[in-house]
């Protein structure tokens, strides 16, 4: 298969099924949700600590459960029944979240810390599930279409919780915000499991030599075995076998370096800048991040699709170096006009990055797919996790700028050495 898929003109301007954009929306009242829960945990496990590392092991934990949840997740995509998947991973968050919000307040951080890996582990799984099943749901020509429409509404969900989640927990306090979390999490696994979606692929394209793998009578009903080998070694055959997917997934793994500076440096940042509201300032960076994100899968959907283009792996890097360079400059003290234009440009460019990347991975069979996008997400959830600790450490020592611009400074070289090999490989 092509680095960079084309399709055909008609197939780019298709409409999505109509019970997928049902499920775009449910997906984006879940995403709402969860910034009211970045902003709320985050600046919390800030506060009751006293320092950035509080912030840092809330975090680590969360992602070191991502980091499991993701090894598992491939396996589990095979086996199991995805949309049943998706709705327990949605069931597991909602609880963990409420019972953050209704312990007493002297027990939220002893219990906070442990539920952390539960939430980690429950959203890299169904993330996992989600973007395996979208080829299938969709049909393989129209994954772009439907991964930047599925972009879109997360980013539009961005934009509104993200600006309203200073006022939320300013207002309205921690456990509100958590509570508005729980429900739409419980709302979004309510909508999965009746989807009347295939998740699977169906039951004639898997191999007849081995009918007990095949599925009995609907595509959705998932093979009895996952195959003999691990999903470690799965996921490294279809690395090597698509070396351009594994080049993307190395520049992922390292730019997750830059992710956790940031975001470890951000909750410091506010407060040292807005002493009086740090949520205020925390919410009108990610909002504003968001339009950026938004705009990303309005140039896909409007210029790109409808041309026949597919993001390509140009693209990808290009979006990398911008969304790092934004990011850096984000910390440079800038006026409140750049402030916001920087925070655009950091949104355009994660949203731009993200779309090239999931697609191109989408384009590996249904049997590989869960596998590769289960091993890449631990992966990067490694590259976070241990960014937080080393960010968290480093903060006491250094400036949030030069924690961020060194940790963001790598993955610019690396954008820029692979779009120079993209080039390279394409003249010959």
């Known amino acids: 298969m092509p680095d960079t898929a ?4 008609h197939q780019a301007a298709s409409k999505l099924p109509r019970a997928f954009y049902r499920l775009a929306a449910g997906d984006a009242l879940n995403m709402y949700g969860s910034q009211l829960d970045l902003v709320a945990l985050s600046l919390f496990a800030y506060e009751a600590a006293g320092n950035a590392l509080g912030t840092a092991g809330y975090l680590v934990l969360r992602l070191g459960g991502g980091v499991v949840g993701g090894l598992v997740a491939g396996r589990l995509v095979a086996r199991l029944e995805r949309r ?3 709705t327990g991973c949605a069931l597991a968050q909602a609880l963990a979240l409420v019972v953050v919000a209704l312990v ?3 027990l939220r951080i002893p219990v906070l810390y442990p539920l952390a890996l539960v939430l980690g582990a429950a959203a890299a799984i169904a993330a996992v599930a989600l973007r395996t099943s979208i080829p299938e749901m969709v049909g393989a020509g129209r994954r772009a279409r439907a991964n930047s429409l599925m972009a879109s509404c997360r980013s539009t969900a961005m934009v509104l919780g993200f600006a309203s989640a200073g006022v939320v927990v300013a207002w309205a ?7 508005i ?8 696994g309510a909508l999965v499991i009746r989807l009347p979606l295939p998740t699977r692929a169906a039951p004639a394209e898997e191999p007849s030599a081995q009918p007990t793998e095949e599925p009995s009578a609907q595509p ?6 996952a195959g003999k080998r691990g999903p470690r070694w799965q996921a490294l055959i279809v690395l090597r076998a698509a070396p351009v997917v594994g080049a993307m997934a190395g520049i992922r793994l390292l730019d997750a370096f830059g992710s956790a500076a940031h975001n470890i440096s951000l909750p410091v940042f506010a407060n040292q800048s807005s002493p009086g509201n740090p949520a205020a300032l925390l919410g009108t960076f990610w909002a504003t991040w968001a339009i950026g994100n938004l705009g990303a899968q309005q140039l896909v959907s409007r210029f790109m699709l409808r041309r026949g283009i597919e993001p390509g792996e140009r693209g990808f890097a290009l979006g990398t170096c911008l969304m790092s360079a934004c990011f850096i400059l984000v910390f440079t003290d800038l006026p409140t006009p750049l402030f916001l234009l920087v925070a655009i440009g950091a949104g355009l460019g994660d949203g731009f990055t993200e779309i090239s990347y999931t697609t191109r991975i989408q384009a590996l069979a249904d049997e590989r797919r869960g596998e590769a996008f ?9 590259g976070m996790g241990t960014g937080m600790l080393l960010s968290g450490s480093l903060l006491t020592l250094l400036s949030p700028l030069t924690v961020v611009g060194v940790s963001h400074a790598v993955p610019i070289v690396l954008a820029l050495a692979f779009l120079v090999l993209v080039a390279r490989t394409r003249r010959r």
């Open 84 to 86: 049943k998947l998706m």
């Open 104 to 106: 007493p307040a002297s």
């Open 6 to 9: 084309l399709e055909a003109p």
């Open 374 to 382: 289960g091993i890449l997400a631990s992966a990067e959830n490694v």
């Open 220 to 225: 959705d009903e998932p093979p009895s075995k």
């Open 181 to 188: 979390d729980a429900a739409s999490f419980l709302l979004f």
């Open 173 to 179: 306090g921690f456990r509100a915000a958590l509570l």
